[in-house]
């Protein structure tokens, strides 16, 4: 019998290596960007095209590399960075393992330009996957670049299932956020298809999280600053009431290394119990400093999951340091700016939980609720799929409707338990209404038809009204912001990252806090372009989801009433845009059987 047992090619090892390392293009930046940080850079450049489909290129002006170094960088594990196994337990670099280069190589077109200080000639390579297409002399300013073209051109499975430019931006965005908050003392710039879209200066911690995530968030920060015997804890955490429902703005560094820790952010959710509502999110950027002989970061290729060698003790240390910071935020004043986080000075504020209330005055015009008692009527078995129902909805079990709606046929009326579930009696029984799920249904389908119609009703603002994004929100609201005019907005592009707001739609309370609505639209419809949804449907669920009445929102009889008017004339009553139950019907043969016994 032959042996079956050999070594693989380089080519094919490398592909291997890089399906664990290089996923998407926001994977090279990651890489590039922290072994330009390793590189002992102070100012680090990154261009894009197609959001880094066509071209990713990162320009440091690092100590650059020799000649060998710069062909060695390509071989898998090949790195400055550690000598022996023992340096596994005291790494203080972004890299160490020696494998990003090579996995690049091997699934791109490379182009690396690099000089050292104090020479007078550098080196030019080009390599095209994993193989060496050219090598010369060159003279260039000291520091390193390299392009990345094409990625997975010869990996085209990989490639296809890259998502659209705007879901790749966002992830790009993200790994981007993540170096440069780490590393404030570094001057930081992205363009993206010849844009400036981020210059980040040379600053405090402080005013790097305002450059990033923009001047709204500069009064929403609180300061942490706690030093201990094992760690120091230090950085910013959101005020309460700027919680959002929207995960993404959490932000955990050790040794300053990004880390994903589901262990220490329940922690810090933990901290601000009674303070935020459950299914809501505190905004916060910790930089936590240990010994790194108290860690582990080999555990991932991607080396954001690390291991603490006592978790409950770090914990405890963090949860402590976030409820010591929020205590003391209710006492004293606020901070300056430019003040730097060391010096001990809180903010001001109160500890409300976010106002979670939205005004009702966004329904539509009734319509037609004729066929009201056979929605209830087909909802009897609960895992019939949204098309199923209709369909049932649409022929009617029951004959023995008239045309009043829920609410007034039997001379009851609803009424609201916990001001969040609404019941209503019906001939069979009862139903139980989740107002939140129910008026996103409502306003998701009058947000479609407004898309499809393209006939919007706005209502002009009598004092136009700026509004001022981060960069990452000002680039998916210049991709949407047709289509957001569609919904009855009136919005116009201000220049930098501003947009100015004319007319907002009718129905819509005139004192809605239009920049937070706008904003939680975006976000929303930015966590949901991983779903692919179609455009239309995309932004007529996130509007949904931004403006309707939330769960805690005490509503009148007619408010009830009218909800359920206008629930049960939609196409799809049962189910709300994402899927939740908008209503559950309880028979009145079913209680009897309950007291039976």
């Excluded at 007078?120 to 080009?126: A, D, K, S």
């Excluded at 050790?254 to 589901?262: E, G, L, M, P, Y």
């Amino acid at each position: 019998m032959s042996d079956i047992i050999q070594l693989l090619p380089d080519s094919i090892a490398n592909q291997i290596a890089a399906g664990e390392v290089i996923q998407r293009p926001s994977s090279v930046i990651k890489e590039l960007m922290e072994n330009a940080v390793d590189a002992g850079s102070t100012s680090i450049k990154v261009i894009l095209k197609d959001s880094g489909k066509t071209l990713i290129q990162v320009v440091d002006n690092g100590k650059g590399m020799s000649e060998t170094d710069a062909r060695m960088c390509f071989e898998r594990h090949a790195t400055s960075k550690i000598k022996n196994a023992n340096d596994l337990f005291s790494i203080k670099t972004m890299g160490f393992r020696g494998e990003a280069m090579a996995s690049i190589a091997a699934i791109s077109h490379v182009e690396l330009q690099t000089q050292e200080k104090d020479t007078e000639l550098g080196t030019r390579i080009l390599i095209k996957g994993s193989t060496l297409d050219k090598q010369e002399t060159i003279s260039m300013n000291p520091g390193t670049s390299i392009s990345v073209r094409n990625l997975f051109f010869n990996v085209p499975a990989r490639r296809k299932f890259l998502k659209s430019d705007a879901v790749e931006l966002k992830h790009v965005l993200e790994e981007f956020h993540r170096v440069a908050l780490a590393h404030p003392s570094i001057f930081f710039s992205l363009h993206h298809n010849d844009n400036e879209i981020y210059h980040l200066p040379v600053s405090n911690l402080r005013q790097r999280i305002v450059n990033v995530f923009g001047k709204n968030h500069n009064e929403k920060l609180i300061p942490v600053d706690q030093e201990m015997e094992l760690i120091n804890i230090m950085g910013f955490i959101g005020k309460p009431e700027a919680s959002k429902k929207t995960k993404g703005d959490q932000y955990i560094f050790v040794n300053q290394r990004f880390i994903k820790s589901n262990y220490l952010n329940h922690a810090i959710r933990t901290a601000y119990e009674e303070l935020i509502a459950k299914d809501f999110y505190p905004f916060y950027v910790l930089y936590i400093e240990m010994d790194p002989s108290q860690i582990d970061i080999n555990v991932h290729p991607t080396k954001t999951e690390i291991k603490f060698e006592d978790e409950r003790l770090i914990y405890n240390y963090v949860r402590v340091a976030i409820k010591h910071a929020l205590g003391k935020y209710t006492l004293a004043p606020s901070l300056d700016f430019d003040q730097e986080i060391g010096i001990v000075q809180m903010y001001s504020g109160t500890t409300q939980k976010p106002d979670s209330s939205s005004s009702f005055s966004g329904m539509p015009p009734k319509q037609d609720t004729s066929n009201w008692e056979s929605v209830y009527s087909a909802l009897q078995n609960t895992d019939e799929t949204p098309r199923e129902q209709s369909i049932i909805i649409e022929s009617g079990i029951k004959d023995d409707f008239d045309s009043q709606s829920p609410a007034d046929q039997f001379g009851k009326k609803p009424y609201q338990i916990h001001n969040s579930f609404i019941v209503s009696q019906i001939k069979s029984g009862y139903v139980l209404i989740d107002q939140q799920s129910a008026h996103e249904r409502v306003l998701y389908e009058r947000y479609l038809e407004a898309l499809s119609s393209s006939k919007p009703l706005s209502q002009k603002q009598l004092f136009p009204k700026t509004i001022e994004l981060n960069v990452g929100q000002k680039e998916i609201a210049d991709q949407i912001l047709e289509q957001i005019n569609c919904l009855g907005f009136e919005i116009e592009d201000f220049g930098n990252n501003s947009l100015i707001v004319h007319g907002i739609p009718v129905g819509l309370s005139p004192s809605e806090d239009v920049q937070e609505l706008i904003e939680k639209l975006i976000d929303q419809y930015s966590e949901n372009l991983e779903l692919q949804l179609g455009l239309n449907q995309n932004l007529s669920r996130a509007m949904a989801e931004s403006s309707c009445i939330k769960k805690g929102k005490r509503m009148t009889e007619e408010e009830m009433i009218n909800l359920i008017d206008q629930l049960f004339a939609c196409s799809i009553p049962s189910k709300s845009p994402s899927g939740k139950k908008c209503f559950i019907s309880y028979e009145l043969d079913e209680l009897i059987k309950q007291f039976a016994s």
